[in-house]
């Protein structure tokens, strides 16, 4: 069992940052490639970005390629989203995920064993 707690959310001016964490705790943290999605109201959970399980690797969304960045730091358990320029097409709540090492289909929901109860991200116009 893992369990994964988001914090870093709130308000911001549009074109400003912000960075999410995710706190792991319970099984081994570096055991499994994590991951971000949001959900914003009426639509579906949507993939962000995903990190490998030694942070070799990395994948992003079109959407915000170029703007974000993912990291983790094993050591601490725990993962960030770094989020840059952001626009009000990225207001959501943001979700971090853990799932088993190399998942063929990383951008479904269903491919994620553990998820966090979501941090809201809101982006003034």
């Known amino acids: 069992q893992v369990q994964l707690v988001e914090s870093g959310g709130g308000l911001v001016q549009a074109g400003g940052s912000m960075r999410l964490s995710c706190a792991a705790s319970g099984r081994t943290f570096s055991s499994y490639d994590m991951a971000w999605f949001r959900q914003a109201p009426g639509k579906e959970r949507d993939f962000v970005a995903l990190?490998?399980?030694?942070?070799?690797?990395?994948y992003y969304a079109d959407s915000v390629k170029g703007r974000v960045t993912i990291s983790r730091d094993n050591g601490k358990n725990t993962m960030y989203l770094q989020m840059n320029r952001l626009n009000p097409e990225d207001a959501a709540v943001y979700f971090c995920?853990?799932?088993?090492?190399?998942?063929?289909?990383?951008?479904?929901?269903?491919?994620?064993?553990?998820w966090g109860q979501g941090t809201q991200v809101t982006v003034a116009s």
């Open positions: 995920a853990a799932g088993a090492v190399g998942r063929s289909n990383y951008l479904s929901p269903d491919e994620y064993d553990y």
């Open positions: 990190i490998g399980w030694s942070g070799r690797y990395t």
